[in-house]
């Protein structure tokens, strides 16, 4: 149980880590490439990656019936649709306002999770945790509300948007999904995800504006290693380990993350209402993760 619970551990800080990186590699890729041929590319390269591991490992593609529905599902919902989102919006919002507004996918990851699963419980506390850590992402980020909204306007409503399709998903997903492999789970979507974001690309995008350096192969193989194929097998491998809204509670992790990027690799300042607002993040994932962690404790004394 030990061993099990530090891999969850390990798991949930990798993914925090990778995940909100991405959102300053995302915007780095659109310096090169175009929104829809930069994800389509992204998520090509990702399924070849996958395809690959999981011929090494021996995994075969599940092709029953309700397996293929759930690919189709994730594909558009779940890639196509949101990533395709966010993509178009970080061309007019900053990265740090995008992960701040992503931030009602936990809210909606709850919600959803109230309506469709009816074991999965909310409670008080994780409420308490949620809104604190929200309160505390808005802290953070505060300054970026003082710009003219005007122009940003189509691309806040575009990413927030994408983190209730992805809510959605996740929520379908952990109710549905459980036969599913974590590798063959995001081959197919991700091959549709590519193959649409290209076609997308092709048909309305100026290609003309396309740069093909190092910050596109850099950022588009970062992005479809670290950000899809690690991020996300990861991802569906905790849902099946740990309760699905704490696993949302990411979403709170990840504006913190990009900060200190920010902070290490721009020498961005990190100042008092960014500690304030940090404190604040960590503080309410704590008291998110009370109620679990003494569950886990009153089930071990019982087996005792």
């Not at 925090?16 to 310096?31: D, F, H, K, P, Y």
């Not at 090509?44 to 019936?65: E, P």
């Not at 802290?139 to 003219?148: K, N, Q, R």
């Not at 699905?244 to 900060?259: D, E, G, H, K, Y």
Request: hydrophobic share 55%.
């Amino acid at each position: 149980m030990k061993s099990n619970s530090i891999k969850v551990i390990f798991a949930y800080i990798l993914l925090c880590l990778l995940w909100g990186s991405t959102w300053m590699v995302i915007r780095a890729s659109l310096e090169s490439l175009t929104p829809f041929i930069s994800s389509g590319t992204r998520f090509i390269v990702a399924s070849i990656f996958i395809f690959v591991l999981m011929k090494f490992r021996g995994v075969s593609l599940q092709t029953d019936k309700e397996s293929i529905r759930l690919y189709l599902l994730m594909g558009f919902f779940s890639f196509v649709i949101p990533f395709g989102l966010v993509y178009w919006a970080e061309q007019f919002v900053p990265s740090g306002l995008a992960a701040v507004l992503f931030g009602v996918y936990p809210f909606f990851v709850a919600l959803f999770s109230f309506l469709r699963i009816p074991d999965e419980s909310i409670g008080s506390i994780k409420i308490i945790g949620m809104s604190l850590g929200f309160i505390g992402i808005t802290i953070i980020f505060s300054d970026s509300f003082t710009s003219d909204l005007s122009n940003l306007f189509l691309g806040m409503i575009a990413v927030a948007l994408s983190g209730i399709m992805q809510a959605w998903i996740a929520v379908t997903m952990k109710k549905s999904g459980k036969h599913l492999n974590p590798l063959s789970m995001n081959l197919v979507p991700m091959l549709i995800a590519g193959i649409a974001g290209l076609l997308i690309g092709l048909f309305i995008e100026d290609l003309s504006t396309i740069k093909i350096d190092n910050t596109a192969v850099v950022s588009v193989v970062y992005l479809a290693f670290f950000g899809s194929v690690v991020t996300f097998t990861t991802f569906y491998w905790l849902m099946k380990k740990i309760n699905v809204v704490l696993l949302s509670l990411i979403a709170f992790i990840t504006p913190i993350v990009a900060l200190l990027l920010g902070w290490i690799f721009y020498k961005e300042t990190l100042t008092t209402q960014h500690l304030i607002g940090s404190s604040l993040v960590l503080l309410g994932l704590l008291i998110a993760n009370l109620e679990s962690v003494f569950k886990q404790k009153r089930t071990v004394v019982d087996s005792i």
